[in-house]
Nanobody, 122 residues
Framework: QVQLVESGGGLAQAGGSLRLSCAAS????????MGWFRQVPGKEPERVAS???????TAYADSVKGRFTISRPNANTVSLQMDDLEPEDTAVYFC????????????????WGQGTQVTVSS
């Protein structure tokens, strides 16, 4: 059974930092891209960051460029370092694995974790 489990969410102040981690199990994701989506109530999920299976290629949403950094320590682990957080970053963050890079938008394609809440106070 494939599982993606996120950790590291929580509460931060504006300008602060948080680090999200995701551990995948149940199969090897060595040929999959991995990354993060986020969602706020009433809106579609927003693709935040993607990283290729080799770890060499990355892609970011314009809203997080220069503040967030995605990394992939191994085939089944992905992390998101979030710096200079803004209240607009408040959302549930989902770890995603997909055969396509960057991660496909729409339709909840690929494998998804259960999500972790990130709340940024002003």
């Amino acid at each position: 059974q494939v599982q993606l489990v996120e950790s590291g969410g929580g509460l931060a102040q504006a300008g602060g930092s948080l680090r999200l981690s995701c551990a995948a199990s149940g199969r090897s994701f060595s040929t999959y891209a991995m990354g993060w989506f986020r969602q706020v109530p009433g809106k579609e999920p927003e693709r935040v960051a993607s990283i290729k299976w080799s770890g060499g290629d990355t892609a970011y949403a314009d809203s997080v460029k220069g503040r967030f950094t995605i990394s992939r320590p191994n085939a089944n682990t992905v992390s998101l370092q979030m710096d200079d957080l803004e209240p607009e970053d408040t959302a549930v963050y989902f770890c995603v694995a997909d055969k396509f890079f960057p991660l496909r938008v729409g339709g909840f394609s690929g494998y998804w974790g259960q999500g972790t809440q990130v709340t940024v106070s002003s």
